[in-house]
């Protein structure tokens, strides 16, 4: 059993891999036995120590996904690493908070190519890869907002939605090339996303009344549901958008 899980000798990519959900994701892959390539903005010093305690290889790739400028050297620097990427984690993303009348095309646009469109052209240049080996996983992070519209968050919840049917539609067409595209929908989860949230007292407690599981995520409760569509036991899982969300859709 514990084969469906074990990532031992594979390399994952991990976007936005210093802080937050995405070093949560790292760090749960690394303990699986990947070793993993971090690609993002800002340094990702604390993660590199916390994948290598665990005995893992670790590599930091500087890019900003708020163009596809960085893609193909970021994938390049990856591959080079070990030889090969096995895994591919789409978590670098955005969110700009205001009322829709007043969202500018510059607001816009820096939600989209960071939450969508760098995605999208990430996981072509990694699929191409993978194609021509034995395969991979593509995991991309979604939000409650693949399926809800949420308040005063147009781009971030038109981004979101569109990441969901992506993934649907890059699942369509590379299962047969032995890539599994999915990916997760994080509830309402304590990190920098969503500071503004906990910091304003109503909608903190109206999000709260409304998870079953009675408490925010920590970024460790995505670490099953990641290692699972890291792995083989998801071997026949393609297109899904899995909610970790305490319960809030089911409600
Ligand atoms: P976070 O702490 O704000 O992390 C966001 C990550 O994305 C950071 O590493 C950030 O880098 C990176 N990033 C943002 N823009 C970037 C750009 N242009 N280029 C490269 N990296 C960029 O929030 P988080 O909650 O961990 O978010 C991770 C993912 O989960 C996002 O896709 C978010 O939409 C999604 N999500 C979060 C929640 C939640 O409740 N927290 C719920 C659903 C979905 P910097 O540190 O340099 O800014």
New binding site residues.
Partial sequence: MSELFNLAGRTALV?????????AIAIALAGAGADIVA????PADDTAAQVQALGRRFLFAR????STEPVRRVVDEAIAFNGQLDILVN?????HRADSLDVTEENWDAVM???LR?VFFLSQAVARHMAKGHGGKIIN?????SFQGGIRVPA?AAS?SALAGLTRALANEWAVKGINVNAL??????????TALREDARRSEAILARIPAGRW?K?DDLAGAAVFLAGRASDYVHGITLPVDGGWLAR
């Fill in positions: 976007t936005g891999a210093n802080t937050g959900l995405g070093q690609a993002g903005r800002s890019a900003d996904f708020g978590n670098a993303g955005t969110i190519n960071t939450n760098s992070v979604a939000s409650l907002l971030y979101k929908a994080p509830g309402y989860f304590d990190t920098n996303n969503t995520g970024p």
